[in-house]
C-alpha cells in the first residue's frame, strides 16, 4: 500500500475516474449559478431595501438591484419576509449541493447540512433579540415571530439564556470540548502562573483541586541559590501520610536535605505521573483525515486505466427473434396429438419464444396425473423429431407444466449485446457475471460474490470454453484492475493463454512462477496452498479491523478508518478459474481436492472465488465434498444423464442441445439458459486493449508458499556453505528487520532459487527464523553491530 497515494487525493477525480454525465453537469451548475445570483441578490438588497421596498411584486419596474426585480424579489423573499441575514446560509447550501453533484469533495455533506440549519434556526432569532424591530431586515419575519413568541412564555432574560446557552452548546459539540480536556488546560494554566510566581512559604501548601506542593529554603546563613525543593503533583494523594518509594518520610527527606543544602547547588524536583487514558478517538482522526485528503481512492495506482469499450466485441447484426407461426402451430398440434393419444386432456396451452428454445406451457385437464405426462417424454420427442425435448412437470410458481422444444432456426445470443445492456451497464453486484439469455429472452445475471462458488461441467465442444470466457469478460468489462485478481489454471495451455497479456493488471501469481497461466500440475499444488495463506492472511486483517466481510473492511479502510502501517491493505477480489478439473484430480488428487475443499468452505467472506470447469462430471471427480461446497453449478450437454445427476443433482443436462444451450442452478431453481458467445479474436482485442495501458509494475504476488518437502530440504542445508551474496543479503534482512524471500529478489535482482537458498543458509546461520506461512520469517538479529561481529566470526571459521 502505498502512502503517497495519499497526496493525489487533493484532485478529487470523479467516481470510478469516468467523466461526468449530461445531466449532472447542468444540474451541478445551475445549483452553483443560483448560489451565485441569490449571493449578490442579497448583498444588493440589503444595500438598498428601504429604496426598493415599494417596488416588491412589480418584475417591470426599474429596481436598484444588482439582478434587477428577480434580485430584490429574492432578497425580499429570503431576507425581509424569511430569516434576514441567515438567508446567506441558503446560498451557501446551494453552492454545496452543486459541488456534490459534480462530484467535488469539497465539502461533508451532514455535517455542513447540519451547521448551516443550526445557524439559519439561530441567527435570526439573535438579531431580532438585538433589534426588537419588526420591520428589520437583519432579523426578517421569521426571527421577529419566534421572539415575539417565546418572549411572553419565557421573559426577557429566559429568552436570551436559550439563545447563549444553544450557541454555547453547539460550540461544545462542534469543538469536542470535553470536560476533561478544559480541566487539563486550566491545571496547565495555573502550573504555568506558579512556575512564573514562585511560593515562598517555609511549609507545605496543598491545593486541594489540584496538586500537593512541598517548598522548603534556608533563610538563614544561605543565599538563595542554596535551596532544595520537592515537588509532587497528585491530586488524590492524602495529607496525612506521605512517603516515598523507599518508605522514606518527607519530615527525614527534609532534614537531609536542609544538612546537604550548603553542597548542593541545584534545584531537585519530583513528580509524580498523572495516569493517562491512552485510547485514541480513531473515529475523529479518521474523519479529520478524510477531511483533509478525501476517501481513500485504491484506484489513483492507475487513474488513467480506461475500461474495455464495446467497439471490441463483434457485432452479429439483428438478434432480434424472428417468429415463424408455421413452426410454432405445427409443434403445438403434434404436441396436442401425442397427449390425445395417450388420453392426456388439455385445458389451455400457450408459447413463449426463447432464442434458443420455445416453451409451451399447458394446463392440463382436471383429474390427470403430473407422472402421466412426464412419462411421455421420449414419445414427444419421437412425434415432434427434435433432440433436446424437456419437460419440467410442474413449473415452478406457476401451477403449468412446460415443454421446451428447440427451435428449428435459433438465434445468436452475442456478448457484445448482453454487456450493452442497460441491465449490465447499471449492475451494482459486487462481481457481476451475464451469462446470457433465458428462454423468455431476458439477459440473466449473477453475483458471483453470493454464488460464491461456480462448478462448470460440460462435454467437449457444448460451450464450456466460451462460458468461461464469458464470465471473464463481464468481470473485466466491469472492474477496476485495484479491485479484481484472476488466478488461471490451465492444463490444456491453450484455453486461457490469451489473457497473459493482461498480467500486469488483472493477474495473480506466486513470486517464483514467471508464466502467470500455470499449467504444471505442481505449481498448482502450491498456488492454491498459497491462496490458503492468502485466506489466513486476511482473516487476520479482518479480526484486527473486526469486521466481517471484505466489503466492510475495504469500506473502513477506504474511510482511513485502518492504519497502513499496522499491515492494512485494500484488498481485490480474487478469482481462481480452473480449466480440466478432472485431469488435475487424476494426476494430483488429494493434494487437489483438500485445499479446493478448504478455500470452498472459508474463502467466501474474503472475497475469494472458486469457477472450477471440466468435461467429465464424474463422481470421483466432482465428490461429494466438492459439491458441497459449490451451491452455484452450470452444465452444458453431457453425455448421460448419470452425468447430469453428478452436476446438477436431477437429469436435464443430457437433453440439451449443444452450442451454449446449458442449464443453470443456484440452489433454488433450475434455469435454461443460452449462454452469450465470444469469440477468440474478441478475447485477444480486448486483452491486447488492456495489456497496451500502464499497469503495475508485476502481477499480484501470492504469498510464498514452501513445502513439507522443501522445508525438510532447507533443514539439510550446510552452515558453512555460503552465497557470494550472503553477507550483502543478511545486512539487507537486519536492516529492515524482514526476513522475506521476494524482497532478496528484488533487492539482489535474484532468481527466486537462489533467493530462496540464501534464505535457508540464512536460517542454518541463525540470522533468521524458520518458515512463518504467509508472514515473513523472524530476523533473530537485532542490529547491524551484532550482524557485522557474527560475519566477522563465520568468517574466521
Known amino acids: 500500500m502505498k502512502d503517497n ?13 469516468k467523466p461526468l454525465s449530461k445531466s449532472r453537469i447542468f444540474f451541478g451548475s445551475l445549483f452553483i449559478i443560483v448560489s451565485i445570483v441569490m449571493l449578490f441578490s442579497f448583498i444588493s438588497y440589503l444595500m438598498n431595501w428601504k429604496a426598493d421596498q415599494s417596488q416588491v411584486g412589480g418584475w417591470f419596474d426599474k429596481s436598484s438591484n444588482i439582478f434587477g426585480s428577480v434580485g430584490n424579489g429574492l432578497g425580499h423573499i429570503f431576507i425581509f419576509g424569511g430569516i434576514g441575514i ?33 445557524f439559519i434556526l439561530w441567527l435570526p432569532i439573535f438579531t ?90 534556608e533563610s538563614s546563613g544561605s543565599t538563595q541559590d542554596n535551596k532544595s525543593k520537592l515537588e509532587i503533583q497528585n491530586p488524590e494523594l492524602e495529607l496525612e501520610t506521605i512517603t516515598t518509594p523507599n518508605n522514606t518520610s518527607f519530615e527525614n527527606f527534609k532534614k537531609k536535605s536542609s544538612q546537604n543544602s ?29 477531511e483533509q485528503f478525501g476517501l481513500y481512492d485504491h484506484k489513483l495506482d492507475l487513474p488513467n486505466f480506461q475500461m474495455p469499450p464495446i467497439d471490441l466485441l463483434k457485432d452479429y447484426g439483428n438478434e432480434e427473434i424472428a417468429i415463424n407461426k408455421d413452426e410454432l402451430e405445427e409443434n403445438k398440434n403434434k404436441i396436442v396429438e401425442v397427449l390425445k393419444n395417450f388420453n392426456v386432456g388439455i385445458a389451455q396451452i400457450k408459447a413463449t419464444i426463447g432464442p434458443t428454445v420455445t416453451l409451451y406451457e399447458i394446463i392440463p385437464e382436471a383429474g390427470i396425473r403430473v407422472s402421466s405426462i412426464k412419462r411421455l417424454q421420449d414419445d414427444i420427442a419421437l412425434n415432434l423429431s427434435a433432440l433436446g425435448i424437456r ?36 449492475a451494482e453486484m459486487d462481481l457481476p457475471v451475464v451469462f446470457g439469455k433465458t428462454i423468455s429472452n431476458e439477459i440473466f445475471m449473477a453475483d458471483l460474490a453470493k454464488m460464491p462458488h461456480l462448478l462448470m461441467a460440460g462435454a467437449t465442444g457444448q460451450g464450456k470454453s466460451v462460458g ?113 478439473f478432472a485431469d488435475l484430480i487424476m494426476t494430483a488428487g488429494k493434494e487437489i481436492e483438500l485445499p479446493i475443499a478448504r478455500l470452498a468452505q472459508l474463502a467466501r467472506a474474503i472475497g475469494i472465488h472458486l469457477v472450477v470447469a471440466t468435461q467429465r462430471p464424474s463422481v470421483n471427480v466432482i465428490t461429494g465434498m466438492i459439491k458441497a461446497n459449490f451451491p452455484a453449478r452450470a452444465a452444458f450437454r453431457v453425455i448421460s ?60 504476488i501470492l504469498p510464498e508458499y514452501v513445502s513439507e518437502d522443501s522445508a525438510s530440504a532447507s533443514k539439510m542445508i550446510d552452515p558453512n556453505e555460503r552465497d557470494t551474496y550472503f553477507d550483502e543479503a543478511a545486512r539487507i534482512v537486519v536492516s529492515t528487520q524482514q526476513g522475506s524471500t521476494s524482497m ?22 541463525g540470522i533468521v527464523g524458520g518458515f512463518n506461512g504467509a508472514k515473513p520469517r523472524d530476523v533473530l538479529i537485532s542490529d547491524i553491530n551484532s550482524l557485522e561481529k557474527m560475519l566477522e566470526e563465520l568468517r574466521r571459521n
Not at 89 to 101: N, T
Not at 187 to 209: G, H, L, R, T, W
Not at 744 to 765: S, T, V, W, Y
Request: hydrophobic letters at 40%.
Open 744 to 765: 532478496l529478489q528484488r533487492q539482489l535482482k535474484l532468481g527466486f532459487n537462489r533467493a530462496g537458498r540464501i534464505m535457508d543458509q540464512l536460517e542454518a546461520n
Open 641 to 700: 444423464s448419470i452425468d447430469s445427476r453428478t452436476i446438477l443433482d436431477s437429469t436435464g443436462a443430457d437433453q440439451l442441445i449443444g452450442k451454449g444451450d446449458m442449464l443453470y442452478f443456484n440452489g433454488n431453481e433450475l434455469l435454461r439458459l443460452q449462454c452469450a458467445f465470444v469469440d477468440s479474436p474478441e478475447v485477444e482485442r480486448i486483452a491486447e486493449f488492456i495489456g497496451e495501458q500502464r499497469g503495475y509494475s508485476s502481477a499480484f
Open 468 to 580: 468461461i470466457n464469458a464470465i471473464l469478460t463481464s468481470l473485466l468489462y466491469k472492474k477496476h484492475p485495484s479491485e479484481l485478481k484472476f488466478v488461471m489454471v490451465d492444463p490444456k495451455k491453450v484455453e486461457l493463454s490469451l489473457y497473459s497479456k493482461i498480467e500486469r493488471h488483472y493477474l495473480a501469481k506466486l513470486p517464483d512462477v514467471e508464466d502467470p497461466i500455470i499449467t504444471d500440475t505442481h505449481k498448482v499444488i502450491n498456488t492454491l496452498n498459497s491462496l490458503c495463506l492468502e485466506m489466513d492472511a486476511r482473516y487476520d486483517l479482518l479480526k484486527n479491523a473486526f469486521c466481517r466481510n471484505i466489503k466492510e473492511y475495504n469500506q473502513k479502510f477506504s474511510e482511513r478508518k485502518l492504519n497502513p502501517e499496522n499491515g492494512h491493505r485494500y484488498l481485490p477480489y480474487i478469482v481462481l478459474v480452473m480449466d480440466e
Open 391 to 426: 419437460i419440467i412437470a410442474p413449473m415452478p410458481g406457476k401451477g403449468t407444466i412446460g415443454i421446451e422444444v428447440p427451435r428449428k432456426n435459433p438465434t445468436m445470443v452475442s456478448m457484445r449485446s448482453v454487456i450493452a445492456s442497460q441491465k449490465f451497464q447499471n
Open 128 to 217: 431580532a433579540a438585538i433589534t426588537r424591530d419588526k420591520n428589520h431586515v437583519l432579523n426578517g419575519n421569521y426571527g421577529y415571530q419566534m421572539m415575539d413568541y417565546l418572549n411572553p412564555i419565557i421573559g426577557t432574560a429566559g429568552l436570551w439564556l436559550a439563545i447563549l446557552s444553544s450557541i454555547a452548546l453547539y460550540f461544545i459539540l462542534e469543538l469536542n470540548l470535553r470536560p476533561s480536556i478544559i480541566k487539563s488546560k486550566l491545571n496547565n494554566i495555573n502550573d504555568n502562573i506558579k512556575s512564573v510566581f514562585p511560593d515562598s512559604e517555609d511549609e507545605f501548601e496543598a491545593d486541594p483541586s489540584t496538586s500537593l506542593r512541598v517548598t522548603e529554603t
Open 86 to 118: 441567515a438567508a446567506f446560509f441558503v446560498a451557501f447550501l446551494c453552492f454545496v449541493f452543486g459541488s456534490l453533484i459534480l462530484k467535488k469533495k469539497w465539502f461533508r455533506l451532514w455535517k455542513t447540512l447540519g451547521n448551516s440549519l443550526f
Open 5 to 17: 497515494n495519499t497526496n493525489t487525493q487533493e484532485n478529487n477525480l470523479p467516481a470510478g475516474g
Open 262 to 290: 550548603d553542597s548542593d547547588d541545584f534545584e531537585f524536583e519530583f513528580k509524580i505521573a498523572d495516569a493517562k487514558d491512552d485510547w485514541e478517538d480513531t473515529s475523529t482522526k479518521s474523519g479529520d483525515l478524510v
